[in-house]
């Protein structure tokens, strides 16, 4: 399986998203850019710019709007055909913008802002969209790559919000949301992973990963049966997210390696003939670049694994990044992987008819 390889970045990949029709890649990093590119074509065709580096992204289910956050603690709204962008909000925290998610409704955003002093502690922000788009911005500035567009900003604290702040000294990397945007799934840096309600208060928390540990990675399936995280020891752990019941978990060995990301494959679906249905979950990262200057990609881990969910055995590999593993995205249609790794190269495998055969049952 020949990848194609996109390299329109010259730092560490940060973060990869489709949208809705799978015709578009975005792909975040360290280098300040969001790029857009076309599945089709695999042309670049969209550059955003921030003044930070980008961590993380996404994309309403129309294809309108981009939303993307940075290591200055802004989130950033584009027009996605234009790539004018139409808002910046600044958290004003001691932190950056970890991670993003949309609410059922398409318009509800939580934005994580985990906060880089200890004594700081992290806070997860529910606001709206429609909020922001047609709201009456604190000030309106030029655009700095385009004079002539004028750009809305707001402080965070000036918009209708929620605001959930961590009870402990732990961070808050990655937030999600759960049932039908009433609660909060918060994942944290020392290995925790919680449920909320909208307000704050904890429901359920469950210690998945090693203590110390950070979770890097926290995916949910559409109909949210299944979640899936994964962190720095080593583990992606498949669970429930509604009372965090652990169902399986994927240690690779040989080499041990950091969990970067880890998806669960769309394919995975219960609306799915039994033929059609792929359970599977792919996962992908790498020891330490530092630990691994001088050997091989495969004593490095920086394959893409793929795990059979049920049995927990892994099923299959790719390989080809020569770096750890940062992002992975599965395209909609369960057809596409893409792979971002800390050499600034994506990779976009499109899955040959044998990757349909990979299944126990």
Known sequence: MKPIVFS???????????????DLIFTGSVDRLVTLWSTETSERIGTYIHEAAVNCMTVTPDSKYLLSGDNSGHVYIWDVSTGTNLAIIASDLPSASSSLDLGVSDRQICATFPCRAKKDRSSVFVFNVEDVLKGKPDE?????????????????????????????????SITKFLNSNKNLLCAFDNGLMECRDIKGSVLKSAQFHEEGKPIMDLDITPKEELALSSAKDGKSVLFDPDNLEILNCFAPENPKR????????PLFNPDLSEKDQLRHCIIGGGQESKSVTFTRATEGGFEVLIYDMITGEEVGSISG?????????????GKIIVSGGEEATVRVHNLPPEYYQLKDY
Do not use: M, W
Not at 15 to 20: A, H, S
Not at 144 to 169: A, C, F, G, Q
Not at 258 to 265: A, C, D, E, L, Q
């Open 321 to 333: 990044h020569f770096s750890p593993i940062n992002s992975l995205a599965v395209s909609h249609s």
């Open 8 to 22: 329109g970045h010259s730092r560490p990949i940060r973060d990869i998203c489709f949208n809705q029709e799978d």
């Open 258 to 265: 950091n969990i970067n990301s880890g998806k669960i494959s």
């Open 140 to 172: 309106i500035k030029p655009s700095t790559d385009n004079s002539e567009v004028k750009v809305k900003h707001y402080k965070l604290s000036s918009l209708p919000n929620t605001k959930v702040v961590s009870d402990t000294d732990h961070k808050i």
